[in-house]
Nanobody, 123 residues
Framework: QMQLVESGGGLVQAGGSLRLSCAAS????????MAWFRQAPGKEREFVAA????????YYADSVKGRFTISRDNAKNTVSLQMNSLKPEDTAVYSC????????????????WGRGTLVTVSS
């Protein structure tokens, strides 16, 4: 089993920034593609960003491209999401996920999930 614990959520004004972190344990972190998903109240979970095992390639949802940056530190077993120019529509619970086989935008492809951290963006 891999354990994932997110941190860094909170309340921020529109236009502000937050940095989310996800700490992994229990498995060899560098063997897993990592991703961030989010779920807003009353909505389905949606893909935000993903990063390959080495960190060499990143993928983003169109809604966050140019504002969010995903990165990872395999020495520290962490993946981060830098969120800039936040908008009220970014309000959601953000969860990190790990996938041992492929990098994907589909939540059903991911093997392990954290509990999430709440991000609230006020207008």
């Amino acid at each position: 089993q891999m354990q994932l614990v997110e941190s860094g959520g909170g309340l921020v004004q529109a236009g502000g920034s937050l940095r989310l972190s996800c700490a992994a344990s229990g498995r060899t972190f560098s063997n897993y593609a990592m991703a961030w998903f989010r779920q807003a109240p009353g909505k389905e979970r949606e893909f935000v960003a993903a990063i390959t095992t080495s960190g060499g390639n990143q993928y983003y949802a169109d809604s966050v491209k140019g504002r969010f940056t995903i990165s990872r530190d395999n020495a520290k077993n962490t993946v981060s999401l830098q969120m800039n120019s936040l908008k009220p529509e970014d309000t959601a619970v953000y969860s990190c996920a790990a996938d041992a086989l492929i990098i994907s935008r589909k939540s059903t492809d991911y093997d392990y999930w954290g509990r999430g951290t709440l991000v609230t963006v006020s207008s």
